[in-house]
């Protein structure tokens, strides 16, 4: 079955960096029709589009909040997709959650998420 996998949440003070990393499993990775994306949900707010990534890495969507801090890429190899996240902000506090989208399937499928917290 589909799996989705994040790790690499934590705490982080401002200005400071993380990696997260989605493990997927269960369905065609490169599939042409398979988008990979990232959100996030902070509580009391809507859920939030972060960043998307095509099969091949070569088409990339960063929402306006992260640009020029965040950057998403794959490997193909391993199965993951991985969102660097640099500069962090108190404001990017939230459960970042890896979803596998596009018209490859029925629905949209989400991992389990982790927790990024920035504070000082």
């Known amino acids: 079955q589909v799996r989705l996998v994040e790790s690499g949440g934590g705490l982080v003070q401002p200005g400071g960096s993380l990696e997260l990393s989605c493990k997927a499993s269960?369905?065609?990775?490169?599939?042409?029709?398979?988008?990979m994306n990232w959100y996030r949900q902070a509580p009391g707010r809507q859920r939030e589009h972060v960043a998307r990534?095509?099969?091949?890495?070569?088409?990339?969507n960063l929402a306006d909040s992260v640009k020029g801090r965040f950057t998403i890429y794959r490997d193909n190899v391993q199965n993951t997709v991985t969102l660097r996240m640099n500069d962090l902000k108190p404001e990017d506090t939230g459960v970042y959650l890896c979803?596998?989208?596009?018209?490859?399937?029925?629905?949209?499928?989400w991992g389990q998420g982790t927790q990024v917290t920035v504070s000082s």
């Open positions: 269960g369905f065609v990775f490169t599939d042409y029709r398979v988008r």
């Open positions: 990534i095509t099969p091949h890495g070569g088409y990339i």
């Open positions: 979803n596998a989208g596009g018209t490859w399937a029925e629905r949209d499928y």
